[in-house]
T-cell receptor, first 115, second 115 residues
């Protein structure tokens, strides 16, 4: 069965510092991986996805994520955090062997960027 | 403006009452989904529909029903609401053209409280 884990409930960083939000996954086939962001009282917004090809994926708002097959990880990164990046971040996966199903989401990581 | 609309924005409901949450998208997406978001549990899939006329059960379908009479609308019904159904409900959609690696687009959510 497919699953995704976000090991940190909360990540705290200072503005200007690099940030990493961790995500690991488990699938039987090839993974399709996604990151979403949720601002307070809003729906989820798509940030980026990995399907195939280059392991480093660039997305919206300066975010990027690195796919690591051997570690089954897809960590979200940004070189320099902004206070406005403070939000709830979700990693999600779909298994290529279960293409007809919806995404499976992690429990979310709250990112807090201090000024 | 293209996107997903949900109604109502919020609702307080007495236990035992019937409630339908509405979801409409104008992107002509084939697939639609209903999730509930609960603190510490992330997003959990309730029901989904891969195309008009078909529906499927997700991770937590009990107490909920859906219908998909046309492409645009995907209502979620609670036949007899219980307090454990207090949650924030998100509708989402995605296109199936091109394969299973398309991102989902989310509505703004409905905050439901069952007393």
């Amino acid at each position: 069965a497919q699953s995704v884990a976000q090991p940190e409930d909360q990540v705290n960083v200072a503005e200007g510092n690099p940030l990493t939000v961790k995500c690991t996954y488990s699938v039987s086939g090839n993974p399709y991986l996604f990151w979403y962001v949720q601002y307070p009282n809003r729906g989820l917004q798509f940030l980026l996805k990995y399907i195939t090809g280059d392991n480093l994926v660039k997305g919206s708002y300066g975010f990027e994520a690195e796919f690591n097959k051997s570690q089954t990880s897809f960590h979200l990164k940004k070189p320099s955090a902004l206070v406005s990046d403070s939000a709830l971040y979700f990693c999600a996966v779909r298994d290529s062997n279960q293409a007809g199903t919806a995404l499976i989401f992690g429990k979310g990581t709250t990112l807090s960027v201090s000024s | 403006i293209a996107g997903i609309t949900q109604a109502p924005t919020s609702q307080i409901l007495a236990a035992g009452r019937r409630m339908t949450l509405r979801c409409t998208q104008d992107m002509r997406h084939n697939a639609m989904y209903w999730y509930r978001q609960d603190l510490g549990l992330g997003l959990r899939l309730i029901h989904y529909s891969n195309t008009a006329g078909t529906t499927g059960k997700g991770e937590v379908p009990d107490g909920y029903s859906v219908s998909r009479a046309n492409t645009d609308d995907f209502p979620l019904t609670l036949a007899s609401a219980v307090p454990s159904q207090t949650s924030v409900y998100f509708c989402a959609s995605s296109t199936r053209e091109g394969g299973p690696y398309n991102e989902q687009f989310f509505g703004p959510g409905t905050r439901l409280t069952v007393l």
